[in-house]
């Protein structure tokens, strides 16, 4: 039979392509693996969550379907928590009828993409990218357009670039912040030139904002892109309760947008999962609901992760560079003038143990970096990643 060209010719999943590197490999215990490799929470869900889930677990709407966008009292739960930490005065610019609930973030960023664009259309992805965004772009004939980030600017896109790449095809601009890969935290100014722009040229501006918790500053608002009257009709929001509550075997998330589009994307969930589980609908409600100390103290974890691997790196005996750092993630830049990426990541995992994904999995011109997952791995486990690429050195 003859397979689809357009997934044919979509890159393979990248963390399972990494993981195939170390696959069946015994690692002595003087050298173990570290894996840096996958942003997935190091440690397990919060008691109370598991606790509650088993509770979930016993009531008999648990295993029906569930409304399309999701459990009501989630939406109107996230609409809350949207309009307390983005908007000053906690007014209440968005409501339940804006939240859909999604089986994750990826699928949100589907979903949303499904329900701007046809085959033909352009979308703007900064570079480097999400390698998800650019694969689900691939796959339903969605003509990315490459937006670079300088690493003199720290990898914070810029508008104006953005604005001379927009043709009468574009439908879309993508930002995540905090970034992956890069970790990058883009300061309100730029996100709000972004949805100014959006507003301007009347394309969709979709911020990916699914390690938001893990912000440096969670007080202040990360945009002002809501306070906007007019936001549903220019912004698409999306969220990921993967990382911020540690489920991401559950699979929930969110896309936030308007009435009309939600009209569309009920179309499209109904055809890809009917409904999120309904177990993780639950776990993200009390998780909003009760956890809020819970994750303040995981954000706090993370950012002494940060500063553990920060110094780490500035006394490696080889010249790796922080290229930008925040949120989970550090873009190093390697010391290997005249080798790529890809060969650097698969030198490190066989001969160094340490698994990373190389910049080249996250768009063009990434040779010279490397995605590592600090917050995945233990703080005192940093001056050992420091010595081990400080001992390495490519074939
Ligand atoms: C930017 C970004 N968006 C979405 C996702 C996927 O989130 P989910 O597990 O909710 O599908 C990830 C996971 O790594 C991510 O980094």
């Known amino acids: 039979m003859l397979l689809n060209r357009l997934v044919c010719n979509t890159e393979f999943p990248p963390v399972t392509e990494a993981a195939s590197w170390v696959k069946d490999r015994a690692f002595p215990a003087d050298l173990p693996l570290i894996d840096v490799s996958q942003a997935v929470p190091g440690y397990p869900t919060s008691g109370p969550i598991l606790t ?12 029906k379907y569930g409304h399309v966008l999701g459990l009501p009292e989630l939406r109107e739960t996230y609409a809350q928590h949207l309009n307390a930490h983005y908007t000053e005065s906690n007014s209440a610019s968005i409501s339940a009828d804006n939240v859909a609930i999604t089986a994750g973030c990826n699928q949100a960023f589907y979903v949303a993409v499904a329900a701007l664009c046809a085959p033909g259309d352009q979308v703007i992805l900064p570079t480097p990218w999400y390698f998800n965004h650019k694969m689900s772009l691939d796959m339903q004939g969605i003509e990315t357009i490459a937006l670079p980030c300088d690493a003199e600017q720290q990898m914070i896109p810029d508008a104006e670039i953005a604005n001379s790449l927009i043709t009468a095809k574009t439908r879309a601009i993508v930002l995540v912040s905090p970034n992956n890969p890069t970790g990058q935290i883009y300061p309100p100014e730029t996100i709000n030139a972004f949805y100014a722009l959006a507003k301007k040229t009347g394309i969709a501006l979709i911020i990916d904002e ?19 009257a007019d936001w549903a009709d220019h912004a698409i929001h999306l969220y990921s309760f993967s990382k911020a509550y540690a489920l991401a075997g559950y699979r929930v998330g ?23 589980p309904q177990i993780s609908q639950h776990a993200a409600l009390y998780g909003l609901q009760h956890e809020a100390a819970w994750k303040e103290q995981k954000r706090t974890l993370m950012y002494a992760r940060a500063a553990a691997f920060r110094e780490a790196i500035e006394h490696c005996s080889k010249n790796y560079q922080i290229t930008a750092m925040g949120a989970y993630f550090a873009y190093l830049q390697h010391p290997f003038e005249n080798s790529d990426s890809t060969t650097i990541a698969r030198s490190l995992a066989d001969t160094a143990n340490i698994l990373t994904l190389p910049g080249q999995m996250f768009g063009e ?10 917050a995945n791995v233990d703080q005192n486990l940093m001056p050992e990643i420091a010595a081990r690429l400080g001992r390495h050195t490519p074939a």
């Open 210 to 228: 699914t390690y938001a918790d893990f912000r440096q500053q969670p007080q202040q608002a990360p945009h002002r892109v809501f306070t906007d």
């Open 365 to 374: 011109n990434q040779q010279r970096y490397l995605r590592i997952a600090f």
């Open 52 to 63: 509650h889930m088993t509770e979930v677990l016993q009531q008999a709407p648990t295993s």
């Open 254 to 276: 969110a896309l936030v947008g308007s009435r009309q589009l939600h009209h569309e994307v009920t179309k499209v969930l109904d055809c890809v999962s009917i409904c999120a």
